[in-house]
């Protein structure tokens, strides 16, 4: 056993200290230091280990090719703008080599539609950033639509899920002289009117959750101080957080509040009169959407209400001021089959647009209410592929939204509810003419069936030598879907690769019985339906271990960490992004808390005894031989804490494994902020996985 002389006095100081204090819950870890995000001893390691890495990655010749390609690919000026209506604009967010944080720019829908090129630069973040001396990210812009002059815009520095808010005026682009402004915090504010607000932040001691997020909302109103707002509403404190929002309808203001008791329940109250009015709706729905005055409500569990029952996975919808005056009625809209789901919804002026998926494949379907009914019609759109809602817009029945699969570039379309036309496409990024798609099912271990996409050239030969990698999310409802990606297009799949996508349990591919077959105590079914992948590709002889590689990112990283521990013989490469792997500690670091309706509680015995079985920090072994990882994970990360990255690299170390760790320092969950951070973080992990897989020559000839 190789232990580090600095985890040893690290272990005794903290042994030391359990016994002056009584902390005895600290003597078990003794690498708790690390999870000091900006310690001098952590980013020291840190720092190390980025050395380590950049020795092991960027030095193989791969690395600056995929890189400079990439770069150029991100920075490309003929990629899709992607449009957020507000009004008669659209509003985009843009990064190229000549703007590297990025411009907030607008021009009108019109002209967006004739692909004109002359945009209003409302924003230049980088001569921002350069004049406040911050590297600020662009967080998004709240707009009062009944002015649609004036917004909130938010600001993270370094990417952080941390912001200010700050008023901006989009006629005169310009930050407003003394207008609103609200400092770093998580939390949100939403208007209620030009000089009113509902505003969650951490107002000081006490006013934020276990999990990170606002636990009070004040009233504030415009030229008084935060500290003087009255507070109208608390959660308790070990709750998820409150979040106010707002629709615009006919030029009016609806605000509303959500109140996250937990990862999945909540309560939603409809602000009016100056009062709060709770809408009465089964707590762990969720809402979709507001039109015409009714609530659009994505059901999660059935619902039984004036002696009709709602089926679990279906979108309904209830009139506002009726259900709060006590008269529900509710009003079916899309009722999905064993293998359909409902994805999304987005608003017109006149109609619903609702995106559903049927065998991980989407259709669009336009819904009008007419009296107490919907109605609906097929909306003609691209099939075999992923569909995504881009905007919508409440004062007309403009809508954009996104298609593309795996070998088929993004194309971005506009519709009317009626007619669909191609705005832009994508240009060929990679050859993809001698590639084929192919959907497989495998068998998990409880003898369900798990869809999985192969993506591989045509002329694949049968000999468990290809080398394969193998990405899935697996959690918190959330669909894993084929998409165009560039990236691994021209980092893999060019370099010979199979790529897989898994659409493993815990997602919501097939609603929400799909995800709850993977939570809490279930969740070992995502874990076995990953194998069941592997091992059927393993079956038809598509790969092997030795070139069987594993990838995620956030609860997909803790997926990753789950399975090179439990099954290293499986795979000969895994990365492990952004990820959850000290299952003991998570709800106690960052929004970690809010994940417990997914996980459990690991401080409830019966949780923990289900938790600690798969938890990745709990289960390595000494004496086992493990795969050599690769950990990504950023400083900025204040989502998922970056101490779970580290704390399982540093326990690898002293055991003696094998594992490459790279921390970015700024790009919180996404460890990166920047077109160029994106292109290094990208080719290192492509460069990884063709130097642990691929068994043809690292340069080309």
């Not at 990884?688 to 043809?696: H, R, T, V």
Request: a negative charge.
């Amino acid at each position: 056993m190789k232990k580090s002389i600095h985890s040893y006095l690290l272990f005794f100081a903290l042994l030391i200290s359990a016994n002056l204090f009584g902390q005895s819950d600290t003597v078990e870890d003794p690498y708790l230091w690390l999870e000091e995000i900006e310690g001098e001893n952590s980013l020291d390691w840190v720092k190390t280990q980025n050395v380590k890495a950049e020795k092991s990655l960027a030095s193989n010749p791969l690395f600056p090719e995929f890189e400079e390609k990439l770069l150029k690919v991100y920075n490309n000026k003929d990629r899709i703008a992607y449009p957020r209506m507000v009004g008669d604009y659209v509003y985009n967010l843009w990064q190229d080599a000549e703007y590297e944080r990025g411009i907030w720019r607008r021009m009108t829908t019109a002209d967006y539609l004739k692909n004109k090129t002359d945009w209003e630069i409302l924003i230049n973040l980088d001569d921002l950033s350069k004049k406040e001396n911050k590297k600020w990210v662009f967080a998004g812009a709240s707009f009062l639509e009944t002015d649609n002059e004036i917004c909130l815009v938010s600001l993270s520095d370094g990417g952080t899920d941390e912001d200010v808010i700050r008023e901006f005026n989009v006629k005169t682009k310009t930050f407003v002289d003394d207008g609103l402004f609200f400092p770093s915090s998580k939390g949100g504010a939403a208007w209620v009117d030009k000089d009113n607000l509902l505003v969650a932040r951490n107002f000081g001691a006490g006013t934020m959750t276990t999990s990170g997020y606002p636990s009070e909302v004040k009233a504030f109103k415009r030229g008084e101080s935060i500290e003087n707002a009255q507070t109208i509403f608390k959660t308790d404190t070990t709750h998820l957080g409150v979040f106010p929002f707002s629709f615009n309808i006919e030029n009016k203001e609806y605000v509303f509040l959500y109140e996250a008791t937990s990862t999945f329940n909540s309560n939603l109250f409809y602000f009016k009169d100056a009062k709060f009015e709770k809408v009465p709706y089964p707590i762990d729905a969720e809402v979709s959407g507001f039109h015409k005055g009714e609530i659009i409500i994505a059901l999660q569990s059935d619902w039984n209400i004036n002696n009709e029952i709602f089926k679990k996975g279906s979108l309904v919808s209830m009139n506002l001021e009726k259900s709060i005056g006590k008269e529900v009625t509710i009003k079916t809209i899309y009722v999905p089959n064993e293998r359909s789901s409902f994805v999304s919804a987005s608003t017109s002026k006149d109609f619903l647009v609702v995106n559903i998926m049927e065998n991980v494949q989407n259709k669009l379907i336009k819904y009008s209410l007419a009296g107490d009914k919907w109605s609906s019609k097929p909306i003609k759109s691209p099939e075999f592929g992923s569909i995504y809602l881009t905007t919508s817009n409440n004062q007309s029945n403009d809508f954009f939204f996104r298609y593309s699969n795996f070998i088929t570039p993004t194309t971005l379309f506009h519709s009317n509810g009626d007619d669909v036309n191609s705005v832009k496409k994508l240009k060929d990024f990679f050859d993809t003419k001698d590639l084929t798609v192919k959907q497989y099912n495998a068998t998990s271990k409880d003898g369900t069936k798990i869809p999985y996409f192969v993506v591989h050239h045509k002329d694949i030969q049968l000999n468990g030598m290809n080398p394969t990698m193998i990405y899935a999310y697996g959690g918190f409802n959330a669909s894993s879907q084929p998409n165009y990606s560039a990236t691994t297009g021209i980092c893999w799949l060019e370099q010979g690769g199979v790529y897989v996508l898994a659409n493993i349990r815990g997602g919501g591919e097939f609603g929400p019985s799909w995800h709850q077959a993977a939570m809490k105590d279930k969740r070992q079914n995502a874990y076995d339906d990953f194998y069941a992948v592997s091992e059927d590709l393993i079956t038809k002889k598509i790969s092997s271990p030795e070139y069987l590689g594993a990838f995620g990112w956030s609860n997909g990283g803790l997926m990753a960490g789950v399975v090179f521990t439990q099954r290293p013989d499986l795979y000969n490469a895994v990365v492990i992004g952004a990820p959850l792997l000290d299952m003991k500690r998570y709800s106690k670091l960052l929004a970690g808390a809010s994940w417990m309706g997914e996980f459990g509680n690991p401080d409830v015995p019966e949780d923990w005894e289900y938790i600690k079985k798969y938890s990745p920090y709990h289960n390595l072994s000494e004496n086992k031989s493990y795969p050599e990882v690769y950990f990504v994970t950023s400083t900025k990360d204040d989502r998922v804490h970056p101490g779970h990255a580290r704390k399982m690299a540093a326990k690898m170390e002293d055991m003696g494994h094998k594992f490459i760790y790279h921390e970015t320092i700024e790009g919180g969950h996404g460890a990166a902020s920047t077109n160029a951070q994106q292109a290094e973080m990208w080719a290192s992990i492509y460069t990884y996985f063709n130097m642990k897989l691929n068994n043809k020559p690292l340069t080309k000839e």
